[in-house]
């Protein structure tokens, strides 16, 4: 008798469904479709040269063995020092000890969930929040308490209301926020991190678009507030850190690319040493080889210096695509302005259905993601996202002229 498969697998894969985004892509992945719908970077801004060079060096060097073989959970101890510099000038205290390298941010998500989160666990989350992460954490078993937004990011109130309730821990987005670009302002990051300590709830701060700022000035990550709050100075605090609530993610999917799957967390030594054993059990470390390159790659100021180039590029798209929304979409649609990332969210009037329009969209080639699947409670019908940081300026220009084609028509 062969294995009925369905039948035989675990109780957590029922927590396991499939993305609607994913299914999405595949129907834009036809070349003739202009797609705004999925979060990829420009690949043709991807550091081909700088990558082959770092991986011609470390492979003609004494350190070639060292780069094929297996290698300490933790992570590279050069990406790590490199890593607390870089941390500690953004105002985040950490030693080496602190910091865990990952094969993702999407990872991350992954081991926290598993070090954090127990079955009905309530996890307060922005409304609406990063897909990735519902993902990652329906299969522990999350609940979530989708917080009110305004344009400073999560209201105050609806967190107290939700750790009140209960919320195990806290999810946040802080810098252009995915789905809606918003930006928690440094107002309210301290005041969010205020209750948070109040409460000793943790929050884990996901911030891969950070660095892909396009105006204004850079606001102090929440992990910053917190130590400042607990009153641990970030340069002076040698050794590890031990205490504080915040879990900060970064990345260098979006600073560097996405294929080499290198990213970090940085927290109290706690938690990282439980994410550490996490990580052993998931994968034993982060290729070797891609933290090595990615150690060398970043050398010498070239990634500020890629990270210039990548925000004029994105931000001529951000404002081309904002213009041409301005004159061709109806007066009854509305949108947020990002200052930085990679989307723009959309609001039609209350009861339009964004996925319908996908539906006639499509018929012209032209693609976005409904905002539906966002919302931890499938609300959000009538929102949609739209990418802008991986269309070419005559598609930009094209595919709005259709999307609005198609609202001025249904709206
Ligand atoms: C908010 C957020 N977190 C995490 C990730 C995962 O990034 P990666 O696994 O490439 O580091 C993404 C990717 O789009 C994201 O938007």
Request: charged share 25%.
């Amino acid at each position: 008798m062969t294995t009925s498969w369905s039948n035989r697998m675990s109780d957590r894969v029922f927590g396991l469904k499939p993305s609607a985004i994913r299914e999405i892509l595949k129907v834009t992945q036809q070349p003739e479709v202009i797609s705004f719908a999925g979060g990829l970077p420009a690949p043709e801004l991807f550091p081909v040269e700088r990558i082959q060079q770092a991986t011609d060096e470390i492979l003609q060097s004494d350190e070639a063995t060292r780069a094929l073989q297996y290698h300490p959970t933790e992570g590279h101890v050069g990406l790590r020092t490199w890593l607390v510099k870089r941390m500690r000038g953004r105002g985040i205290p950490c030693g080496l000890d602190n910091v865990l390298i990952t094969s993702g941010s999407q990872q991350s998500l992954d081991l926290i969930g598993k070090v954090l989160i127990s079955r009905d666990d309530v996890v307060a989350v922005e409304r609406p929040t990063f897909l990735g992460m519902m993902q990652a954490w329906d299969v522990y078993g999350a609940r979530y308490d989708g917080l009110r937004m305004d344009d400073d990011g999560v209201e105050p109130d609806d967190l107290e209301r939700a750790l009140k309730g209960g919320a195990k821990a806290v999810y946040i987005i802080p810098n252009f926020h995915n789905p809606t670009g918003i930006t928690t302002s440094a107002a309210r990051r301290r005041t969010l991190t205020e209750i948070t300590d109040r409460y000793g709830v943790p929050v884990v701060e996901d911030d891969p678009y950070g660095q892909l700022r396009y105006e204004g000035d850079a606001v102090a990550a929440m992990a910053a507030f917190d130590a400042e709050r607990l009153g641990i100075d970030p340069r002076s605090a040698d050794g590890p850190v031990d205490r504080g609530n915040v879990l900060f993610l970064g990345s260098f999917s979006k600073e560097l690319c996405p294929g080499l799957r290198v990213s970090w967390i940085v927290g109290p030594t706690p938690i990282i040493n439980a994410l550490v054993q996490a990580k052993q059990a998931a994968d034993l470390h982060t290729s070797t080889l891609a933290q090595m390159i990615v150690a060398r790659a970043v050398q010498d100021g070239f990634i500020d210096a890629h990270i210039q180039t990548l925000t004029g590029v994105y931000k001529q798209r951000r404002d081309l695509m904002l213009g041409y929304m301005q004159t061709h979409f109806p007066s009854s649609v509305s949108w947020t302005r990002p200052a930085g990332g990679l989307f723009i969210w959309v609001r039609l009037p209350e009861g339009t259905n964004a996925t319908s329009l996908l539906d006639r969209c499509l018929e012209k080639k032209v693609a976005f993601v409904p905002g539906h699947p966002f919302f931890p409670d499938r609300a959000g019908e009538n929102t949609f996202r739209l990418n802008f940081s991986n269309a070419q300026p005559a598609q930009i220009e094209v595919g709005i002229t259709r999307i609005a084609e198609v609202l001025r028509r249904h709206l």
